[in-house]
C-alpha cells in the first residue's frame, strides 16, 4: 500500500478518548515504508484510531550529519490507552521495526523508526520516562510545521500555554521539504472501503499477530489481564507468511 492510499485516513468509528499526537521519522530501510507500517500499526492498536496524517517531510539530520536525511510525519489520534500505556506500546512497535535500544543507540543517530507522543491532549507530565509535551518540541521545525498543518491554531500546553505558532515564528523552516502534501479531506465510507484491497487484508493479519504479541508481552511482564477487544491472530500458524 502506498503512501497516498492511508494518508487520509479519516475513521467514522469514535473512540471518544483523547486526542493525542504522534511524531514519526525515518532514514534507514526504506524510510516511505517505515512511516506506512507504523502509521497502521498504531491506527490498529486497540482502542485507538489514526484520525490524520500530516503531510510527509524530508527534513536534515539533527547531531550527527554522516546520515541520510530523515523522513518526517506527525499523526493526530484518538486514544483511550494512559500515556504510560500507549509510550509503553509504541516502544514494542519500534523494537518490531528494528529499532535499537534507545539505551544503546547514537543519540539523534539513524534508525529504522521513531514514534514520539508529542502531546497527549491538555496534559502536562515529567517524570523518569515520559514528558508531555515532548521535550524537543519547540526546537523541531521538522515537528511544528506538521503539527501546525494538522491544527494551525493549536496551543502548547505548560506553565504559559503558548499558540504554536509562536515557535514556529522563532525557528529556521527552511531545509525542510514536503515530499509528499495531503489535502485534509475525510475519505467517504465508500472511497475507503475500495482502498480496503487483498493486499490490505492480508497485511492486516500481519498487524494483528504483531498486536496480539505486544498486548501478550505488555499485560503478562505487567501481571495484568489482556483486554476483551485484544486482536485476535486467525492464521494457522505463528508466523505470519
Not at 28 to 51: E, G, R, W, Y
Not at 93 to 107: D, T, Y
Not at 207 to 233: A, G, S
Amino acid at each position: 500500500m502506498s503512501f497516498f492510499a492511508i494518508q487520509k485516513f479519516a475513521h467514522h468509528v469514535k473512540v471518544e478518548g483523547t486526542i493525542c499526537y504522534i511524531g514519526l521519522g525515518s532514514n534507514l530501510q526504506d524510510p516511505l515504508s517505515q512511516i506506512i507500517c507504523a502509521t497502521q500499526l498504531i491506527d490498529h492498536i486497540p482502542k485507538t484510531k489514526v484520525l490524520q496524517s500530516s503531510s510527509l517531510y524530508r527534513s536534515k539530520p539533527v547531531g550527527n550529519q554522516d546520515q541520510p536525511d530523515y523522513l518526517n510525519s506527525v499523526l493526530k489520534i484518538d486514544t483511550q490507552q494512559l500515556p504510560h500505556d500507549l509510550l509503553t506500546i509504541l516502544e514494542y512497535l519500534e523494537a518490531e521495526q528494528g529499532r535499537i535500544n534507545k539505551k544503546e543507540a547514537e543519540r539523534w543517530g539513524p534508525r529504522n523508526i521513531d514514534m514520539d507522543i508529542l502531546l497527549y491532549g491538555d496534559e502536562v507530565i515529567s517524570d523518569e520516562v515520559l514528558t508531555i509535551p515532548h521535550k524537543e518540541l519547540p526546537k523541531r521545525s521538522f515537528v511544528l510545521k506538521p503539527l501546525a498543518e494538522l491544527d494551525p491554531h493549536l496551543t502548547i500546553p505548560g506553565v504559559t500555554p503558548t499558540p504554536i505558532q509562536a515557535y514556529i515564528n522563532n525557528l529556521d523552516c527552511s531545509d525542510l521539504e514536503i515530499v509528499c502534501r495531503v489535502q485534509h479531506t475525510p475519505l467517504t465510507e465508500e472511497d475507503e472501503a475500495e482502498q480496503r484491497n487483498k493486499d490490505e487484508e492480508e497485511a492486516l493479519k500481519c498487524y494483528n499477530h504483531l498486536m496480539k504479541k505486544v498486548y501478550q508481552t505488555y499485560f503478562l511482564t505487567n501481571d495484568k489481564e489482556p483486554p476483551k477487544d485484544t486482536p485476535q491472530d486467525d492464521s494457522e500458524d505463528d508466523t505470519p507468511k
